[in-house]
């Protein structure tokens, strides 16, 4: 029988893996925007 601490720590990896899945798309559009703003103010220029 699992212990009730692991049951927490299994639970909490899970929701923190699903967070994860979440975040990594944002952080790649805002690299890809940020990305692109900088070029269009250099072209600007």
């Given amino acids: 029988m699992k ?3 692991c049951l927490a720590a299994c639970s909490v990896w899970k929701v923190d ?3 994860a899945s979440l975040l990594l798309p944002y952080l790649l559009w805002i690299g890809y925007a940020t990305a692109l703003n900088a070029e269009i103010a250099r072209l600007s220029l």
């Fill in 3 to 5: 212990s009730v601490a």
């Fill in 17 to 19: 893996r699903f967070a």
